[in-house]
C-alpha cells in the first residue's frame, strides 16, 4: 500500500526542483494539496506505451526511465527522470496516448496529480501555463544540444559530459576521499551505451582510458568521480 506523504528527504528533492522552485508559494502549495504518493520497486512498470493520460508526475526518489522498443524487440533506453522533475504534462494537454514505457529503476517514488485536479490547477493559476511554457522550451533545447553532441563529438566527449550530468544529479560523496564522488544511479554499461547510442563495447574501452587517466574509477558498485575537472576537459576538448 503506498505511504500517503513524502519522507523529509523526498519533499526537499521535490521542493529544490529547478523548474517548481521558481513558481509562487500559492501554486506550489495547490499543487502539493491534491498530489498524492506512489512507491515503486526496482523494474516495476510505470505507464505503458498506448495508455491514456491519467496523472502528472514528479519524481521525489529514484529514478524513472523512460524507454521504447524496436522493432526486433530490443528495449532501448533513451533518458532517466531524476529526482525533482515533472513529467508527463505534454499529454496531459494533448489528451494523446502515452508515447514510450517508464519503469522505477531502484526503488522509485512519485508524488502524481491527477488529470481533473491538474486542469483544475491550470484554470486557477494562469502563471502555470508560462511555467510550463518554459519547461518545455528547456527540454527543446536540451533535445537540440544532444542532436548536435550526437553529430559532432566523438563518443568520448559525450561520455564525459553524460558522465558530469549524472554526477550533478546523482553526486554522493565518497566518505574515505572527500574530492571523490559516487554517481549514485547504478547503470550498467549496456544502460550507459544506450543513452549515448553506441556499442557497450566502445563504451567499456573509452571508460577504461577515463580510468587510466585517472579521471574517474571503476567499481563492481558503479562509477566513482576522480577528478571532475579531468572530465570537463575530455567534454570541451572537441566542442
Avoid at 529544490?16 to 502549495?29: A, C, I, M, V
Avoid at 522550451?137 to 533535445?143: E, F, G, K
Avoid at 543513452?195 to 558503479?222: P, Y
Amino acid at each position: 500500500m503506498d505511504e500517503p506523504i513524502l519522507t523529509m528527504e523526498e519533499r526537499e528533492a521535490i521542493n529544490s526542483g529547478r523548474w517548481f522552485n521558481t513558481l509562487s508559494p500559492s501554486l506550489r502549495h495547490d499543487i502539493l494539496r491534491c498530489a498524492y504518493v506512489k512507491r515503486f520497486k526496482d523494474a516495476d512498470l510505470i505507464v505503458a506505451r498506448g495508455e491514456p493520460p491519467s496523472e502528472w508526475t514528479a519524481v521525489a526518489k529514484g529514478a524513472v526511465r523512460v524507454s521504447s522498443t524496436s522493432l526486433s524487440g530490443k528495449q532501448i533506453t533513451l533518458t532517466y527522470v531524476e529526482p525533482g522533475v515533472w513529467f508527463g504534462d505534454v499529454a496531459m494537454f494533448d489528451g494523446d496516448q502515452r508515447t514510450h514505457d517508464a519503469y522505477a529503476h531502484g526503488a522509485t517514488t512519485l508524488l502524481c496529480v491527477a488529470r481533473n485536479d491538474f486542469q483544475k490547477i491550470l484554470s486557477s493559476h494562469v502563471e502555470l501555463y508560462e511555467a510550463l511554457m518554459r519547461l518545455q522550451a528547456r527540454r527543446i533545447r536540451t533535445l537540440f544540444g544532444l542532436v548536435e553532441d550526437l553529430n559532432t563529438l566523438p563518443l568520448r566527449a559525450r561520455l564525459a559530459k553524460q558522465l558530469l550530468h549524472l554526477v550533478r544529479s546523482y553526486g554522493v560523496p565518497c566518505l574515505n576521499d572527500g574530492n571523490e564522488t559516487r554517481i549514485g544511479l547504478q547503470l550498467a554499461q549496456e544502460e550507459l551505451a544506450q543513452l549515448l547510442g553506441a556499442s557497450r563495447q566502445r563504451v567499456n574501452q573509452e571508460l577504461k582510458s577515463m580510468e587510466r587517466e585517472d579521471a574517474i574509477r571503476i567499481e563492481q558498485g558503479g562509477l566513482v568521480i576522480r577528478n571532475r575537472a579531468a572530465l570537463m576537459r575530455i567534454a570541451e576538448a572537441d566542442s
